[in-house]
């Protein structure tokens, strides 16, 4: 069973300052770990995903995030926060069995505000 | 290229009408999928095509929620004598296949009067 909470519904940040949006997932097995963006009346746009390559992962728009197996987190960062970054953002969590693949778990979300 | 695109955008329906949601993938991608967005459930998978293999619909709220997927393409999610609490935003996406990123269309926003 594969489950993903995300700490916070919702985030303020100051424009210019670090972004940090905490995930907790739950996987049986080596998981595949997302995090997507949703702007408001727009589609869902892939950030980053890990895959079981490298732990720290890289994504679009200067966000990154770290797959931690022994805190069983996926946290996303980003140094410096944009106007632009205003969005709802949600942490995804797929197991890798037959049974799962392409069953996206989805977090609750984290609404993301950005002040000038 | 062109992306995941879904129709209608919105659509307003009364109680126990029959709804059809259609969804035309990126081409050359070989699954597809369905997901719901409620304020009440958040986002939740619904069903899921791969090829020619038999659909997962182990997300399916109920037996009014069926979908299909002609020719290996387009795929219609079908809701017949909608109720009020199937009022969401139902997503489609698609993956070249079950292992790669899936891509997400714009969404169909259904309100059930």
């Known amino acids: 069973a594969q489950s993903v909470t995300q700490l916070d519904s919702h985030v303020s940040v100051s424009e210019g300052t670090p972004v940090l949006l905490r995930c907790n997932y739950s996987?049986?097995?080596?998981?595949?770990l997302f995090w997507y963006v949703q702007h408001p009346n727009k589609g869902l746009q892939l950030l980053l995903k890990y895959t079981s390559a490298a732990t720290l992962v890289k994504g679009i728009n200067g966000f990154e995030a770290e797959f931690k197996k022994s805190e069983t987190s996926f946290h996303l960062t980003k140094p410096s926060a944009h106007m632009s970054d205003a969005a709802e953002y949600f942490c995804?969590?797929?197991?890798?069995?037959?049974?799962?693949?392409?069953?996206?778990?989805f977090g609750a979300g984290t609404q993301v505000v950005v002040t000038p | 290229g062109a992306g995941v695109s879904q129709s209608p955008s919105n659509k307003v329906t009364e109680k126990g009408k029959d709804v059809e949601l259609r969804c035309d993938p990126i081409s050359g991608h070989t699954a597809l999928y369905w997901y719901r967005q409620s304020l009440g459930q958040g986002l939740e998978f619904l069903i899921y095509?791969?090829?020619?293999?038999?659909?997962?619909k182990s997300g399916l709220p109920s037996d009014r929620f069926s979908a299909e997927r002609t020719g290996g393409s387009v795929s219609t999610l079908t809701i017949q004598r909608t109720q009020q609490e199937d009022s969401a935003v139902y997503l489609c996406a698609s993956s070249l296949n079950t292992q790669e990123t899936q891509y997400f269309g714009p969404g169909t926003r259904l309100l059930v009067l």
């Open positions: 996987s049986s097995y080596s998981p595949s």
């Open positions: 995804v969590v797929s197991d890798r069995t037959t049974d799962s693949w392409g069953k996206l778990q």
């Open positions: 095509f791969q090829g020619n293999s038999a659909p997962d």
